[in-house]
């Protein structure tokens, strides 16, 4: 089992930063890939960002040019940089593992999940 562990959300206005954290213990050698996924307001979950264990990296395309994924594997830490920020990202942000990987839509397919970090950016 991997348990995940997500921080560093809050409140920011439109424009700002934030950036997510996601600390993962337990059988993490397990782990292939790891996403940050989103729930927003009337939306499914949805993927917004995965790395792959070599580095590989990919974004959805409301993200992408704002938001960066990176991984520490030393520290078994996930981050999120999240740049020019807009009320639509406005959401329930969560950490997720799975062994293997696959593309961006299969995200909230992910066999571990963290609880989640509430982003909230106000105009």
């Known amino acids: 089992q991997v348990q995940l562990m997500e921080s560093g959300g809050g409140s920011v206005q439109a424009g700002g930063s934030l950036r997510l954290s996601c600390t993962a213990s337990g059988y993490t050698s397990s782990i292939a890939c790891m996403a940050w996924s989103r729930q927003t307001p009337g939306k499914e979950r949805e993927g917004v960002a995965v790395?792959?264990?070599?580095?590989?990296?990919y974004y959805a395309d409301s993200v992408r040019g704002r938001f960066t994924i990176s991984r520490d594997n030393a520290k078994n830490t996930l981050y999120l940089q999240m740049n020019s920020l807009k009320p639509e990202d406005t959401g329930l942000y969560y950490c997720?593992?799975?062994?293997?990987?696959?593309?961006?839509?299969?995200?909230?397919?992910?066999?571990?999940w963290g609880q989640g970090t509430q982003v909230t950016v106000s105009s």
């Open positions: 997720a593992a799975n062994p293997y990987c696959s593309g961006m839509t299969r995200v909230p397919g992910y066999k571990y």
């Open positions: 790395i792959y264990t070599v580095g590989n990296t």
